[in-house]
């Protein structure tokens, strides 16, 4: 065990021990607990829903009774009852691919961002499907609107870090603690980690990744003289494409594009990445996949930026093209070059969605469905240059 307890992570990681008792006592005496939890799964009609919501509050009361810490609470309800009745009511069919490959050890994964919360939930689902490590996810603090919040998100693995600080001292030292918060999750708890490619999920469909993950990342490691190869051996880093048929917060993504355009800056409202969160959860999604690539090469791969390179091409590559993808490249591009492959998609019905809204807000939402597609071209076509 190595001893990189070099700051003081309580107030930042998931919940272990007395911390985890207390916190599942506050969400159980939490007298709409129950009820929020149905409300987000509820997507069919008053018979069928009160059907499940009668099953579904019994299990998650006895659950809530026999959890002790975070591995139970993401196995026993995230998984088994939370991320189950969701895939059901609100997915096509969920797939995942490359997993098999990996072996049961902690990981970085660093995976494209299109949800608030159901990027790294759906991943989890498919490394405890897989009997696999699962992981603690980087959020930030912006998501913590209260206690109950904060509870809920801690007791199922969240590392809250902090956003928006104004001293660059205070923004250096989170990020160090950040760091070696990793560092000490993966070799001394053996805990995977998720974070996202970038801050922010992907509005415009493009996802590219920000080698300041890969900075933050290595931190640790470079303050204790190890180069970058190194700390891709000692905390293997491996990139993940989570891709959605259908994006049920592409609407409101469009919108905050067209703001920031106009103001230069776009600030949320009140609440709003909640509203994005429950719609997220709640609405239809079609087909999701989740493929997880390979671990970056450490003898080939020495620098943040080359590894962030790495995981744009992983991604890009890995992440799954659905019909709705390919009818907006077309429908952007004012071509049929991929016809066959939305032939059974009812392309009158996807755009009657958006018949009523802002021209420019329609054509954002085709641009976000369009641009994996136009990222795997640019790739190609980067590769036959040379």
């Avoid at 159980?28 to 009160?50: A, G």
């Avoid at 994964?109 to 498919?126: E, G, K, M």
């Avoid at 801050?199 to 900075?215: E, P």
């Avoid at 090469?297 to 992440?319: G, K, M, S, V, Y």
Wanted: charge should be neutral; proline fraction near 3%; hydrophobic fraction near 35%.
């Amino acid at each position: 065990m190595e001893n990189i307890r070099k700051y003081d992570f309580h107030d930042m990681s998931p919940y272990e021990g007395q911390d985890f008792e207390e916190a599942m006592e506050r969400l159980r005496s939490y007298p709409q607990l129950l009820n929020h939890f149905t409300d987000l799964i509820s997507r069919h009609n008053r018979v069928i829903n009160k059907w499940k919501s009668f099953h579904s509050k019994n299990k998650l009361a006895r659950a809530l009774n026999e959890v002790h810490n975070v591995d139970q609470f993401q196995k026993e309800i995230t998984s088994d009852i939370f991320l189950d009745m969701i895939e059901s009511t609100s997915m096509e069919d969920l797939t995942m691919e490359g997993i098999e490959e990996l072996e049961d050890k902690p990981y970085i994964y660093i995976s494209s961002h299109r949800d608030i919360v159901l990027d790294t939930a759906l991943l989890d689902l498919c490394l405890y499907r897989s009997d696999r490590t699962l992981c603690e996810m980087i959020i930030g603090d912006n998501l913590v609107g209260n206690q109950f919040i904060e509870d809920m998100f801690r007791v199922n693995g969240a590392i809250i870090t902090r956003r928006n600080l104004t001293s660059a001292s205070d923004l250096k030292e989170e990020t160090m603690r950040m760091s070696y918060y990793v560092r000490h999750a993966m070799l001394n708890k053996k805990k995977s980690i998720w974070v996202a490619q970038k801050s922010g999920r992907s509005k415009d469909g493009i996802d590219n990744t920000s080698s300041s993950i890969f900075k933050m990342l290595y931190l640790a490691c470079r303050d204790q003289g190890k180069d970058f190869s190194t700390f891709l051996r000692e905390q293997p880093v491996v990139p993940v494409a989570i891709s959605y048929e259908y994006d049920p917060c592409a609407v409101t993504k469009s919108y905050s594009i067209l703001k920031k355009m106009k103001n230069d800056v776009y600030k949320k409202k009140r609440y709003e990445d909640i509203i994005d969160m429950v719609k997220g959860l709640r609405s239809w999604k079609g087909n999701v996949h989740v493929h997880v690539g390979k671990p970056l090469d450490p003898d080939r791969i020495t620098n943040p930026r080359e590894a962030a390179a790495e995981c744009d091409l992983q991604i890009h590559r890995n992440f799954k093209l659905w019909d709705t993808n390919y009818f907006c490249w077309d429908k952007i591009n004012g071509l049929d070059k991929y016809a066959d492959m939305y032939r059974d998609l009812n392309t009158k019905s996807f755009e009657k969605k958006y018949r009523k809204l802002n021209p420019d807000v329609v054509k954002n939402v085709y641009l976000q469905y369009a641009n994996p597609v136009q990222s795997v071209l640019n790739d190609l076509e980067n590769e036959k240059n040379g």
